[in-house]
């Protein structure tokens, strides 16, 4: 594996290996941008201060093969969410969705073949993103923003937009699924990958090299070091995740962050219309 100048590059940025790297707060961000650990005052003392834009993060419980615990995406979509709001200056973010569709659970299809995952129906899944658009909007927010870091969820995040888009038409409440941060050719993780010798991970996997990496830079006690196996049948694991490492799920976390950001930008700029 050829990790070459950008692990060079990673190394002498200054603070680039942790959180820090992505807070870059706005002028109202308080000291916390998580609705759920602010009081129902201080959210409302944000909200008048002109914080009227709220993520919706969506994650999920599914396996992630031997070596990455149940919860990948949460933790990862988490610290995401947090990185766009800070970056934005003028965004909370709501507790992530942890329960989303993972298969048939009547047979067991899908993610759900594995012990510990817990799937939803889609239906299901959209009426908590439409009711929880409708509990922010309810009390003054005016922008929500879907970001979803599993592939299952986008769908439901797409028709929940749309169905919210289409009620709230004529308003001030807007509603935008963020489909650029999940998708590696539009947020620029294939590219990255192929030009950096690493063109064997620039497909789609599951708990791949991609996955790995990432859950190693946000969360590395749900990495099972010792257990990180090769693709093979049986262990829910598609693509190769060795190799994986902090510094690379750093760069690929922060591709699929800047593509967000800008994505939100173009929103905004042509005032909530892709």
Same mark, same amino acid.
Request: proline share 6%; net charge neutral.
């Given at each position: 594996?050829?990790?070459?100048?950008?692990?060079?590059?990673?190394?002498?940025?200054?603070?680039?290996?942790?959180?820090?790297?992505?807070?870059?707060? *706005?002028? +109202?961000?308080?000291?916390?941008?998580?609705? /759920? =650990?602010?009081?129902?005052? $201080?959210? &409302?003392?944000? @909200?008048?201060?002109?914080?009227?834009?709220?993520?919706?993060?969506?994650?999920?419980?599914?396996?992630?093969?031997?070596?990455?615990?149940?919860?990948?995406?949460?933790?990862?979509?988490?610290?995401?969410?947090?990185?766009?709001?800070?970056?934005?200056?003028?965004?909370?973010?709501?507790?992530?969705?942890?329960?989303?569709?993972?298969?048939?659970?009547?047979?067991?299809?899908?993610?759900?073949?594995?012990?510990?995952?817990?799937?939803?129906?889609?239906?299901?899944?959209?009426?908590?993103?439409?009711?929880?658009?409708?509990?922010?909007?309810?009390?003054?927010?005016?922008?929500?923003?879907?970001?979803?870091?599993? *592939?299952? +969820?986008?769908?439901?995040?797409?028709?929940? /937009? =749309?169905?919210?888009?289409? $009620?709230? &038409?004529?308003? @001030?409440?807007?509603?935008?699924?963020?489909?650029?941060?999940?998708?590696?050719?539009?947020?620029?993780?294939?590219?990255?990958?192929?030009?950096?010798?690493?063109?064997?991970?620039?497909?789609?996997?599951?708990?791949?090299?991609?996955?790995?990496?990432?859950?190693?830079?946000?969360?590395?006690?749900?990495?099972?070091?010792?257990?990180?196996?090769?693709?093979?049948?049986?262990?829910?694991?598609?693509?190769?995740?060795?190799?994986?490492?902090?510094?690379?799920?750093?760069?690929?976390?922060?591709?699929?962050?800047?593509?967000?950001?800008?994505?939100?930008?173009?929103?905004?700029?042509?005032?909530?219309?892709?």
């Amino acid at each position: 594996m050829r990790l070459g100048p950008w692990l060079i590059s990673l190394l002498l940025t200054a603070g680039l290996a942790g959180p820090a790297a992505w807070a870059k707060p *706005g002028n +109202n961000t308080p000291a916390t941008v998580f609705v /759920a =650990e602010m009081t129902w005052g $201080e959210v &409302a003392a944000a @909200r008048d201060q002109g914080m009227r834009t709220v993520i919706i993060p969506t994650g999920g419980i599914e396996q992630g093969g031997p070596h990455l615990v149940l919860g990948k995406h949460n933790h990862i979509v988490r610290r995401a969410a947090e990185a766009v709001a800070r970056d934005l200056g003028d965004a909370l973010v709501a507790p992530v969705v942890v329960y989303a569709p993972e298969g048939s659970i009547n047979p067991p299809r899908g993610h759900m073949a594995f012990p510990g995952t817990i799937s939803v129906p889609e239906a299901v899944f959209r009426a908590v993103l439409e009711a929880t658009a409708r509990s922010f909007r309810a009390h003054g927010f005016t922008e929500i923003l879907l970001l979803g870091d599993s *592939g299952g +969820n986008q769908s439901g995040q797409a028709e929940a /937009a =749309e169905n919210l888009n289409w $009620e709230w &038409a004529g308003r @001030r409440t807007r509603v935008l699924h963020i489909t650029d941060y999940y998708n590696p050719e539009a947020n620029g993780q294939f590219n990255w990958l192929r030009q950096n010798g690493l063109a064997a991970a620039a497909e789609g996997g599951h708990a791949d090299l991609r996955d790995t990496s990432e859950l190693m830079a946000v969360h590395p006690d749900g990495v099972r070091g010792a257990m990180i196996p090769r693709a093979s049948p049986g262990t829910g694991v598609r693509g190769n995740p060795r190799g994986a490492s902090a510094l690379l799920g750093e760069k690929l976390l922060q591709l699929k962050i800047d593509a967000a950001l800008a994505q939100i930008r173009r929103w905004r700029a042509h005032d909530g219309k892709e």
